[in-house]
């Protein structure tokens, strides 16, 4: 092969070996943490949507009904997209993702909040929303705004 040949062949092979391996870290890296991080967002926009049925159990079973499940399954959504993060400790200290007993604290409080839609008591509810805001550092402001 002649030298400009060569050189074109070198940097083809390069590229794509550069393109795959930017695919791999994006595939295992950056799409988890995406993920888990829209996640919490998700978890704020249930916490809001359904403040009002957890803020006083005892309303409407149809809506009390769909409140617990939404919460219960974002509750177990926040485990597994903890799990799928890759090098889960390092994005936890670079402040990318909530610390990991947050996330178990976090989805155990959902499916306490969850149990409670029905029959729980309206203080006791708004707390645990609050603390579940709180280990997922989501804004106490936005808190504020939603009840």
Request: hydrophobic share 50%; proline share 3%; charged share 25%.
């Given at each position: 092969m002649s030298d400009p040949v060569l050189?074109?062949?070198l940097t083809v092979a390069g590229g794509v070996l550069i393109l795959a391996l930017?695919?791999?870290?994006?595939?295992?890296?950056?799409?988890?943490?995406?993920?888990?991080?829209?996640?919490?967002?998700?978890?704020?926009?249930?916490l809001a949507?359904?403040?009002p049925f957890y803020a006083s159990p005892g309303g409407s079973?149809?809506?009390?009904v769909e409140?617990?499940?939404?919460?219960?399954a974002k509750a177990t959504q926040l485990r597994a997209r903890?799990?799928?993060?890759?090098?889960y400790p390092l994005w936890a200290f670079l402040r990318l993702v909530p610390k990991q007993r947050s996330v178990k604290e976090a989805s155990k409080k959902?499916?306490?909040?969850?149990?409670?839609v029905h029959s729980g008591d309206a203080?006791?509810?708004?707390?645990?929303?609050s603390q579940i805001r709180v280990l997922l550092r989501i804004s106490p402001a936005e808190e504020a705004d939603n009840l």
């Open positions: 050189t074109f062949v930017g695919r791999v870290f994006e595939k295992l890296i950056i799409d988890p943490v995406h993920r888990l991080r829209s996640l919490v967002g998700e978890i704020e926009d249930v949507f359904h403040a079973p149809t809506d009390e409140a617990s499940a939404a919460l219960r903890r799990y799928a993060v890759v090098w959902l499916i306490g909040l969850s149990n409670a203080v006791e509810n708004i707390e645990k929303a």
